[in-house]
């Protein structure tokens, strides 16, 4: 799957999940999630400033075995989670109807 495709997918997931699952929004509560190993999918937005406040996020899903995802916008990635503000990062805990969209995020990662 190409960048793009991904990002795209990975948007398309934290929606469904928000409606039909849950989703935790923030580096706080994804690092919990993360921790908790609770977090299906993390997803990360790559304009965030300082870069400080997600750096720890791409280490600890590896240790975790959590799939991550980077996209280019706070604001999108904020908008697709249903915020009226930007997010630095959402980690979708319940799948919810996101279930297979996450499977093909994965999978394509596992390639």
Known sequence: MEEKQLIEKAYEAIELAKTSGKVKKGTNETTKAIEKGIAKLVVVAKDTTPAEIIMHLGPLCKEKK????????????????????????VAIIQEGEAKNIIKQIVDSMTE
């Open 66 to 89: 959590v799939p991550m995802v980077t996209v280019p916008s706070k604001a999108e990635l904020g908008t697709a989670a249903g915020m009226p503000i930007s997010t630095s990062s």
